[in-house]
């Protein structure tokens, strides 16, 4: 999907323009100097003018620094002074039809005070992820009261706030299908359903996990006519370790959608080891091996499987080191399993496979080690 900064750099060579600068020290820190300066133009803050002198810094198109150029962006009260070669209508007009990203707050009045200002903060933190692809605007804000007006401290002004419901707002643009995003869902979010005009997410932020609330958005959608198909994104299969703050879930939707990565890169790249943990904690025991030496039971893991999970975990070694204490495992090398595997006999106890050392060949062990 192209975004801003496509469109912004698109224009630009329309105009035979290969490079800009600017007349301030803006922008020079931005990451994404092009897509900065374009939302800027989208929000009519300044337009790129023809100046009569380099700029002392410039980037081409790619973002690169090159040497000043003939061409800056500059606020709107210098159109005046310089001529204008790209205007905030100009370039919005260019602008395709990105799809709206809808936060809906009907559960607004379900959260604790505190637990209205971290969905605020999220709401802001999914505007950020949002701006950098795509204008911000898309960001809708359904249900959106005096109360969330005034704790909101982004800015208001960029994203698209609406007091009425979510199936008003998707009526009023004429949209009648949408994605909504639900861990409880039967079928996995895929490229399929990237052709929908909305998404909608749940603005709801909780500490327990079982609260089943996200179905409801869908079920007075689908009461006011609205199509829903709801999708959930999984890691490997299991929605468990899957970070669940909304602006998280966002920016794995953005990974998705606008840069094609698969889900469980997407989901890597927001996982924190907290949400690691989640996983950790129900795989570990998968793969526990259990051993009885001289009457004393252990359950065992490989120490190797750390690097096997870190490929898609985001642990450090003491995340696992402490699931391990956690779950009451401990950890042996491969090498020493497999020397123990070859003093023990199985045996079936109390259903589980148990492999039993004697005494004698368990200090034979202990001499060895
Ligand atoms: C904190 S979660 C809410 C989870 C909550 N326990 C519930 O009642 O559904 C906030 C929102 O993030 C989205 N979300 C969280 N985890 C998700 C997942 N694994 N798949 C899809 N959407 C998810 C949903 O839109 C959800 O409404």
Redesign the pocket.
């Known amino acids: 999907m192209r975004t801003l900064a496509d469109v912004f750099r698109e224009t630009l060579k329309e105009r035979g323009i290969e490079s800009i600068g600017t007349l301030s020290k803006r922008f020079r820190k931005s990451k994404n100097k092009l897509q900065d300066i374009a939302i800027e133009i989208v929000h009519g803050k300044g337009a790129i003018f023809h100046v009569p002198e380099k700029t002392a810094v410039a980037w081409d198109l790619n973002g690169k620094r090159v040497e000043g150029s003939y061409y800056a962006y500059a606020p709107l009260c210098m159109k005046d002074k310089f001529e204008m070669v790209l205007s905030p209508e100009e370039l919005r007009s260019k602008l395709p039809k990105w799809p709206c990203f809808v936060i809906?707050l009907s559960l607004w009045d379900k959260h604790s005070q505190k637990e209205k200002g971290k969905l605020c903060l999220q709401i802001n933190q999914s505007y950020g992820l949002l701006r950098d692809y795509f204008t911000g605007r898309e960001l809708a804000v359904t249900w959106a009261n005096d109360e969330f007006k005034s704790m909101f401290h982004g800015p208001l002004d960029r994203i698209t706030p609406y007091n009425g419901s979510t199936a008003e707002f998707l009526r009023e643009r004429g949209i009648d299908e949408v994605v909504?995003?639900?861990?409880?869902?039967e079928e996995v979010?895929s490229e399929e359903d990237f052709n929908v005009k909305a998404f909608?997410?749940?603005?709801?932020?909780?500490t327990?996990?079982?609260?089943?609330?996200?179905?409801?958005?869908g079920e007075e959608l689908e009461r006011a006519g609205i199509k829903v198909r709801r999708?959930?994104?999984?890691l490997r299969g299991d929605?468990i370790g899957?970070?669940?703050?909304?602006n998280?879930?966002m920016g794995i939707l953005l990974k998705m959608l606008v840069e094609r990565k698969p889900m469980d890169e997407a989901v890597y790249e927001f996982q924190e080891p907290l949400h690691a943990r989640w996983r950790l904690r129900k795989e570990l025991p998968r793969r526990v091996i259990r051993y009885r030496i001289n009457g004393k039971d252990f359950r065992v893991v490989e120490r190797e499987l750390f690097e096997e999970y870190s490929k898609w975990l985001k642990i450090r070694w003491t995340d696992f080191v402490r699931v391990l204490r956690e779950l009451d495992l401990v950890t042996l090398d491969e090498k020493r399993i497999h020397r123990l595997n070859k003093l023990s006999t199985p045996r079936l106890i109390n259903g589980k496979l148990y492999r039993v050392i004697l005494l004698k060949k368990a200090a034979m062990l202990c001499y060895n080690c």
């Open positions: 809906d909504l995003l639900d861990p409880w869902a979010l909608v997410i749940g603005g709801i932020v909780d327990s996990h079982d609260k089943k609330l996200t179905p409801k958005i999708r959930k994104i999984v929605i899957v970070p669940d703050r909304i998280r879930i």
